[in-house]
């Protein structure tokens, strides 16, 4: 078979790639992976999401086609191509070697050697459920983009720390643990120009190269410029009346810039691979919309199930509680950031928050547990709800009857269990959130005390 121009420079700058350092893998089950480059129409690398099973070790984390090396594989070049021919249907004939990356250890004990090639994109993509969730397009350039982005040319940073998020209609993810470490090898000595054919058209699709130097996102000026220049000041007026920010109202001394929220969900997409240290500076800004940009990120960042920022990001969450000072910014992160982290965990934390004098606080504790009651996980949610039962600030009524509501859109019966007990002393505010949707003779017969 004749070999294309796209093949042969592909093959060429895959082959100029020395392999890793052998790390010490004395001990350490073998097993290969294939990391194999096409054109879709750009530069891509093809990846797999492993199924999102229970108790299986990789769940859901995105890795090359590859598994163990058995012992009747002849070489761990054969054990890849039978493994990507059996997870993708890709035959060995469709792939032109180009080179090992060399071998990288894991956490989990394993020796995995990389091999690397170039994909004709002739076979017919396959995979089994059961095992691979789905198939990924990882682009090139954008990985690139993040390797600079992240600062992360010229070292390795720990497997913490090495993490490169992709936002893909198919739903984001994040690619981090010995994968990227790949990626980063990679990265590190991949010829772009080879790859593309030209200086310009690499400039095109990569970035110019000699803007390493000050990537974008690893300081915080050149993001709140940004916001500035998105912001509306006929909308940041109406934002200051109506979230309160006179002398004496909630929000006193906010200032808002008149960003409307869809633009800053788009730009939560666009900005959220800036390092951590800077997203928390972005929370603690006097700007709303800059704090808001930073919890659209930070749920972003810290919802794939597998990252391993989620700490980390739950941490920042806490301990930043005093910018999180609206109740936009409560709602739109409590239930996504505090409430998933402790799903599983002592949740002493949210009744602490609900038992403070903090009104931020105390919403955060009722919210975060909507992330329970969306699993029809209630004792949690009724239990804060008692808490603040009686707390006099409105904020804090309309979240308590908020969500006593969306329990009894799940279970009618447990909110009015809930509300035959306390519906005579509970706040007005409470109770006309709580039973909106009632029949309108049973909210009468609530709002009369003729229960």
């Known amino acids: 078979m004749v070999k294309s121009t796209t ?112 994909w004709d994109g002739s076979s017919d993509l396959r995979h ?15 990985l690139h983009h993040i390797h600079l982005q992240k600062g992360y040319g010229g070292h390795i940073p720990d497997v913490a720390a090495l993490t ?6 198919g739903g984001d993810y994040t690619i981090w643990g010995v994968t990227a470490r790949i990626i980063h090898h990679l990265l590190e000595h991949l010829d772009l120009p080879q790859i593309t054919g030209s200086p310009e058209h690499t400039t095109q699709l990569f970035g110019d190269p000699m803007e390493k130097t000050q990537p974008p996102f690893t300081t915080l000026d050149p993001i709140i410029e940004h916001l500035k220049s998105l912001g509306d000041a006929e909308r940041a007026a109406s934002s200051q009346r109506f979230f309160k920010t006179k002398k004496g109202e909630y929000g006193h001394g906010d200032v808002f810039l008149g960003i409307r929220v869809p633009l800053l969900r788009k730009n939560a997409t666009l900005l959220k691979a800036m ?38 990001i739950f941490r920042m969450y806490t301990s930043n509680t005093r910018f999180i000072n609206n109740w936009d910014l409560v709602d739109s992160s409590a239930h996504l950031i505090m409430g998933a982290h402790l799903e599983n965990s002592n949740k002493s934390l949210i009744y602490d928050f609900a038992r403070s004098d903090d009104l931020w606080k105390k919403r955060i504790s009722m919210i975060a547990t909507f992330w329970y009651i969306k699993k029809n996980e209630f004792h949690d949610a009724l239990a804060i709800a008692t808490i603040l039962i009686h707390d006099t600030h409105d904020l804090i009524h309309k979240a308590v009857g908020w969500m006593i509501r969306e329990i009894g859109e799940r279970d009618h019966g447990v909110e009015v269990s809930f509300l035959n007990q306390h519906y005579k002393t509970m706040p007005r505010t409470m109770l006309r959130y709580a039973i909106e949707k009632f029949p309108e003779d049973q909210r009468q017969a609530y709002l009369r005390g003729t229960i």
Request: glycine letters at 4%; one cysteine or more.
């Open 164 to 169: 490169y998020p992709i936002s893909d209609p």
């Open 7 to 118: 093949t042969i420079s592909m093959v060429t700058a895959l082959k100029k790639i020395p392999p890793a350092s052998y790390p010490d893998c004395a001990g350490r089950r073998r097993a290969t992976v294939f990391l194999l480059l096409y054109e879709a129409p750009e530069p891509t690398i093809l990846g797999i999401q492993k199924a999102d099973h229970h108790g299986y070790p990789w769940r859901g984390q995105i890795a090359f086609p590859g598994g163990h090396i058995d012992p009747t594989d002849a070489s761990p070049l054969e054990a890849a191509f039978r493994e990507v021919h059996e997870e993708v249907n890709i035959p060995p004939e469709a792939i032109t070697v180009a080179t090992s990356l060399g071998h990288f250890a894991t956490i989990k004990s394993l020796d995995i050697e990389a091999m690397a090639g170039f």
């Open 275 to 312: 390092p951590l240290d800077i997203l928390e500076k972005l929370l603690q800004s006097p700007l709303h919309e800059a704090r808001l940009l930073a919890l659209f990120i930070m749920v972003k960042r810290f919802s794939p199930k597998r990252s391993t920022e989620r700490e980390a």
């Open 128 to 142: 089994d459920p059961a095992e691979i969730a789905r198939i990924v397009q990882i682009p090139l350039a954008t």
